[in-house]
């Protein structure tokens, strides 16, 4: 089993920046990628950046350039650097885990709220 806590969350006007957090504890072994996705109110979880084991990353369109998506393994963080943010930013964010157990098993965390205002 792995728990993730994610932080950093807050509101935040058109332009600024936030840094959000997830930290990992349990099983945190054969971890596939590591990823930040995020629900805006009435809409679909969506994707937002993920790297994978090996260091590749991938970027949804939206935030190409201004998030950055980074790790430390050995404190089991992740973390998600978001500038020139824009409201449709907004959303709760998940920290999301993916490891190889007997198959690929996800592991989510509970969220962090980030609201943008114009």
């Known amino acids: 089993q792995i728990r993730l806590v994610e932080s950093g969350g807050g509101l935040v006007k058109s332009g600024g920046s936030l840094k959000l957090s997830c930290a990992a504890s349990?099983?945190?072994?054969?971890?596939?990628?590591r990823g930040w996705y995020r629900q805006p109110e009435g809409k679909l979880r969506e994707l937002v950046a993920v790297?994978?084991?090996?260091?590749?990353?991938n970027y949804a369109d939206s935030v190409e350039g201004r998030f950055t998506i980074s790790t430390d393994n050995a404190k089991n963080m992740v973390y998600l650097e978001m500038s020139n943010l824009r409201p449709e930013d907004s959303g709760v964010f998940f920290c999301?885990?993916?490891?190889?157990?007997?198959?690929?098993?996800?592991?989510w965390g509970q969220g962090t709220q980030v609201t943008v205002t114009s």
């Open positions: 999301r885990f993916e490891a190889l157990r007997v198959g690929l098993y996800e592991y």
């Open positions: 349990g099983d945190t072994f054969s971890i596939a990628s």
């Open positions: 790297v994978t084991s090996d260091g590749n990353t």
